[in-house]
């Protein structure tokens, strides 16, 4: 079995300043990974994900993530973050014959002007 | 192209009631989920589909039923609605790249 711990429930951060949102997996088995947003009163829409290959990963709005498999994590960074980007951020694990996701917690991100 | 949709959006039902939740997509994929969000708790797996005619039990499966009604359609059903299933639902379907699509969630309170 996988689990995803998302080691931060609330981020707050100025407008313009860096962030990283947190993320730490654990399986048996080979995983993809993935990070989610969602944004009040929505769906999930992805960010990026990590299925092979270089483990820095590029995503949309200019986020992007560092897989590091001897620390287990799969931290989000961003170097300059907006208002818009004010929302809860989801870290996930694809792993079973399904590729059903487990997903951490979440992390409220709140950028303040 | 509507991606995933969900029907209804919002719900409020008695203790004991029933109800089914519908889902479809237009985007060919084999595999469909269903998830309840919760506060704090992230998204939990309910059920699963991994192809037309076939279903399985995700983490929290207890009080639920579902039904792969063809490869477009994923229905969720309460048989009898309990207060402990107030929650945010979530259907998603799956590409070839394990990319999850989610619609936009039915918002059901158990009173």
């Known amino acids: 079995a996988q689990s995803v711990t998302q080691l931060d429930s609330q981020v707050p951060v100025f407008e313009e300043a860096p962030v990283e949102l947190r993320c730490n997996y654990s399986s048996s088995v080979s995983v993809y990974l993935f990070w989610y947003v969602q944004y009040p009163n929505q769906g999930l829409q992805l960010l990026l994900k990590?299925?092979?290959?270089?483990?820095l990963v590029k995503g949309i709005n200019g986020f992007e993530a560092e897989f590091n498999k001897s620390q287990t994590s799969f931290h989000l960074r961003k170097p300059s973050v907006h208002i818009s980007d004010t929302a809860e951020y989801f870290c996930a694990v694809s792993a079973g014959s399904a590729r059903q996701l487990t997903f951490g917690s979440g992390t409220q991100l709140t950028v303040l002007p | 192209n509507a991606g995933v949709t969900q029907t209804p959006k919002f719900q409020v039902l008695k203790t004991g009631q029933s109800m089914t939740l519908q889902c479809a997509q237009d985007m060919n994929h084999n595999s469909m989920y269903w998830y309840r969000q919760d506060p704090g708790m992230g998204l939990r797996l309910i059920y699963y589909?991994?192809?037309?005619?076939?279903?399985d039990k995700g983490e929290v499966p207890n009080g639920y039923n579902v039904s792969r009604l063809n490869k477009r359609e994923f229905s969720l059903r309460l048989e009898s609605a309990a207060p402990s299933q107030t929650s945010v639902y979530f259907c998603?379907?799956?590409?070839?790249?394990?990319?999850?699509?989610f619609g936009p969630g039915t918002r059901l309170t158990v009173t």
């Open positions: 589909s991994a192809s037309e005619g076939t279903t």
């Open positions: 998603a379907s799956r590409d070839m790249t394990y990319e999850q699509y």
């Open positions: 990590y299925l092979s290959g270089s483990t």
